[in-house]
Antibody, heavy 121, light 108 residues
């Protein structure tokens, strides 16, 4: 069974840091591009970042560029999101998601259950 | 950045009725559009990719159409489990990958 399980969310003060993890199983993790998508309470989906299969290419939303770093360890089948200088507006459920390859629209065909990050003083 | 605008924001229908959800892009995205369904407390689920192809396991009552700037998700006959929020997403001009703001399909 294809599965993504996020962890590492929690409560942090503004300016603080958190590292999210996403453990993958049931598929060849090293063959897939991976994404982080977030959803603020009661709001819609917002793309945050993605990383290619070997980890050498990354992209970020402008709102997190310079503060967040996406990475992966293919030997451990794990995706990461290092979040620094957190702001209240970063409060959201963070989902990791797998990108389906060889499809024009590169859809996100598998999602984790999400991990909640709350930034507040 | 390409902006996706979904309409209506909320759609109130009864089981058995036909639902038509719209997604309009601020510039052409060819057929690089996907649709997702999200129920409360759950992760999104992929429904449609490349504007008109159903993902694995998605019932035939779900269909997608469109190209360029105008896209439609149609649910031919609503089942009780179809009431949820629906999002369109594009990857034509990326980054960023952008999502629409969502359409809430609620029971009338």
């Amino acid at each position: 069974e294809v599965q993504l399980v996020e962890s590492g969310g929690g409560f942090v003060q503004p300016g603080g840091s958190l590292r999210l993890s996403c453990a993958a199983s049931g598929f060849t993790f090293s063959s897939y591009w991976m994404h982080w998508v977030r959803q603020a309470p009661g709001k819609g989906l917002v793309w945050v970042s993605h990383i290619n299969s070997d980890g050498r290419s990354t992209n970020y939303a402008d709102s997190v560029k310079g503060r967040f770093t996406i990475s992966r360890d293919n030997a451990k089948n794990t995706l990461y999101l290092q979040m620094n200088t957190l702001r209240a507006e970063d409060t959201a459920v963070y989902y990791c998601a797998r990108e389906r390859p060889r499809i024009l629209s590169k859809p996100l065909d598998c999602w984790g259950q999400g991990t909640l990050v709350t930034v507040s003083s | 950045e390409i902006v996706l605008t979904q309409s209506p924001a909320t759609l109130s229908l009864s089981p058995g009725e036909r639902a038509t959800l719209s997604c309009r892009a601020s510039q052409s995205v060819s057929s690089y559009v996907a649709w997702y369904q999200q129920k409360p407390g759950q992760a999104p689920r992929l429904l449609i990719y490349d504007a008109s192809n159903r993902a694995t396991g998605i019932p035939a009552r779900f269909s997608g159409s469109g190209s360029g700037t105008d896209f439609t998700l149609t649910i031919s006959s609503l089942e009780p489990e179809d009431f949820a929020v629906y999002y369109c997403q594009q990857r034509s001009n990326w980054p960023p990958y952008t999502f629409g703001q969502g359409t809430k399909l609620e029971i009338k």
